[in-house]
């Protein structure tokens, strides 16, 4: 059964940088489209950012020129850069296919907390 680990995560103030990282047991990378998804207290998951097997990448409006996904499909990973944080960029981060695989379990996230 494929897992999926999300790392990286922290305390930053805003402006602030962090890298996140998501690590498969399986080789499903190769195969999906694969995203960022968050989901901040009291608000709905939303997809972030996503990458195709070919690497085009798209992105939501609200992060769009601060966060930048990409992948390593020979190490089975997917990362995230985001830059200029934002206190609303706040959220517990995970990654999943895209579209979402419902066979597929997902990770226990890591949390963004962007505060000063």
């Known amino acids: 059964q494929v897992q999926l680990v999300e790392s990286g995560g922290g305390l930053v103030q805003p402006g602030g940088s962090l890298r996140l990282s998501c690590a498969a047991s399986g080789s499903i990378f190769p195969i999906y489209a694969m995203g960022w998804y968050r989901r901040a207290p009291g608000k709905q998951r939303e997809l972030v950012a996503s990458i195709t097997r070919s690497g085009s990448t798209n992105y939501a409006d609200s992060v769009k020129g601060r966060f930048t996904i990409s992948r390593d499909n020979a190490k089975n990973t997917v990362s995230l850069q985001m830059n200029s944080l934002k206190p609303e960029d706040t959220a517990v981060y995970y990654c999943?296919?895209?579209?979402?695989?419902?066979?597929?379990?997902w990770g226990q996230g890591t949390q963004v907390t962007v505060s000063s």
């Open positions: 999943h296919a895209v579209p979402i695989l419902p066979a597929l379990s």
